[in-house]
């Protein structure tokens, strides 16, 4: 079974200019969030969806943050325009809708440097 | 409301010797708790979880944790470290056992492995 994926695995962007993450999550996984990993800080909670609902956004810093989950498989998060404070590791986890929902398998994270 | 402190964010040991990495939880109702392991460049791997079942919690690569309500902790030991055992680990909590909600982190310890 694959894990979560994520892509693309790097971005090096200049101030200003747009990015999109993308992830996969795990075949069946209604359970999709978003978290994110400033340098020096720890993994903070940005965003929940189920399906192609946003159940939890609480965690979004701003507006120049767009998710979305069209059509409750993969989603992308876009940063736009980007600033020097969105660099980081940005990572995606899925969890299961029915039986052990807690456990999140976690991708391997987007490393995204803004100049 | 719920939070996690990690006590060390460096720990140091001889390979072959017993490694604790320590973790106290805030949490308004009964969590679940995790910790997760990340290597070097790689994603978060999930080493083991507590929800709500047995205290004593073993997980894989002869990681273990056990989950004490009185001290609100779940401490991560194993009895012989290994080289391949350096990495950074995040003791986790997750609000309510039975839910899909987002995780809360601690700041992660960086586990070093001596010779």
């Known amino acids: 079974e694959a894990g979560v994926t994520q892509f693309p695995s790097h971005s090096v962007i200049e101030k200003g200019q747009t990015v999109t993450l993308r992830c996969d999550p795990i075949?069946?996984?209604?359970?999709l969030y978003w978290y994110r990993r400033v340098m020096g800080k720890e993994i903070k909670f940005l965003l929940h969806f189920v399906k192609e609902s946003k159940q939890d956004e609480s965690g979004m810093p701003n507006n120049r943050f767009l998710a979305e989950r069209t059509g409750g498989t993969y989603s992308t998060l876009k940063v736009q325009p980007a600033e020097l404070e969105d660099s980081g590791v940005y990572f995606c986890a899925s969890s299961q809708d029915l039986g052990d929902l807690q456990t999140q398998y976690f991708g391997p994270g987007t490393r995204l440097l803004v100049l | 409301a719920q939070s996690v402190t990690q006590l060390d964010s460096h720990v140091s040991v001889s390979e072959g010797t017993p490694v604790l990495l320590r973790c106290n939880y805030s949490s308004s109702y009964s969590p679940s708790l995790f910790w997760y392991v990340q290597h070097p460049n790689k994603g978060l791997q999930l080493l083991l979880k507590y929800t709500s079942a047995a205290t004593l919690v073993k997980g894989i690569n002869g990681f273990e944790a056990e989950f004490k309500k009185s001290e609100t902790s779940f401490h991560l030991t194993k009895p012989s470290a290994h080289m391949s055992d350096a990495a950074e680990y995040f003791c986790v909590v997750s609000p309510r056992a039975g839910t899909a909600s987002k995780l809360t982190f601690g700041t992660g310890t960086r586990l070093q492995v001596t010779l």
């Open positions: 075949s069946g996984h209604d359970n």
